[in-house]
Every structure is written in structure tokens, then in C-alpha cells.
């Protein structure tokens, strides 16, 4: 079992930044898909950005937040990151942090698009005022 934690959320305005964070505890040792997931009430989810645990070499992303939102990782805090630069009204949502295990890169993106993540956080929310 994995726990996720999030944090970070606010209100912000357009054209600002958040760093929203990701705290895995439990069985935090096999590689993961460790990716943020978005949602408004009545819309589906929409993935953000997912990134491979084994080194953190391989990410994607969402087209909708291509060059301006950067997921990273601290594999030695377990921790998993969301920097949002150049935030949109748009981008208003409760964003969530998930993961699953997966011995393969590639998998992320399938996993990502799918959104078949196994481990779910409680989500925190972003603002974003015009």
C-alpha cells in the first residue's frame, strides 16, 4: 500500500506560480508512475504530468500545460513535484497526485492516459483569478 499526500494548492492569479508537492508513504521502494491528475466539478479528469521514479528521466505531459507546468521528484524524501508557471484561469481545479507500480517507463504513458493509476490522494486545490 502507498499513501499520498498533497499540498501546495492556493489561489493565485494569472500569470502566477505554485509548487504543489506529493508526500508517498508506505511501500515506496518498487518504480512507480507517480503522476498529477485534474478535475472540476462536471468536467472529466484531466491528466497533468506523470514521471518514472526509476531516475525521473522519463515524463509527460498534458498538451495543455506543455512549457509551463515541470514535474520533478526528490526520490529520497519520496516526494513528487509540481512546479506551475504562467497559471490560467483555466488551470482552476483540484489537482491530485496518484501513482501505481510499473517496472517499465513507456507504461507511464499509457497509465497517464488512461488514468489507471492504483494509489489516489485527497487532492488540493488550485485557483487561478483573472
Known amino acids: 500500500q502507498v499513501q499520498l499526500v498533497e499540498s501546495g494548492g492556493g489561489s493565485v492569479q494569472a500569470g502566477g506560480s505554485l509548487r504543489l508537492s506529493c508526500a508517498a508513504t508506505?511501500?515506496?521502494?518498487?518504480?512507480?508512475?507517480v503522476g498529477w491528475i485534474r478535475q472540476v466539478p462536471g468536467k472529466e479528469r484531466e491528466g497533468v504530468a506523470v514521471?518514472?521514479?526509476?531516475?525521473?528521466?522519463?515524463?509527460y505531459y498534458g498538451d495543455s500545460v506543455k512549457g509551463r507546468f515541470t514535474i520533478s521528484q526528490d526520490s529520497a524524501e519520496n516526494m513528487v513535484y509540481l512546479q506551475m508557471d504562467s497559471l490560467k484561469p483555466e488551470d482552476t481545479a483540484t489537482y491530485y497526485c496518484?501513482?501505481?507500480?510499473?517496472?517499465?517507463?513507456?507504461?507511464?504513458?499509457?497509465?497517464?492516459?488512461?488514468?489507471?493509476?492504483?494509489?489516489w490522494g485527497q487532492g488540493t486545490q488550485v485557483t487561478v483569478s483573472s
Open positions: 496518484a501513482a501505481v507500480d510499473s517496472y517499465s517507463a513507456s507504461s507511464c504513458y499509457e497509465i497517464f492516459r488512461a488514468q489507471t493509476f492504483t494509489y
Open positions: 508506505g511501500n515506496t521502494g518498487r518504480r512507480k508512475c
Open positions: 514521471i518514472y521514479t526509476y531516475f525521473g528521466s522519463t515524463q
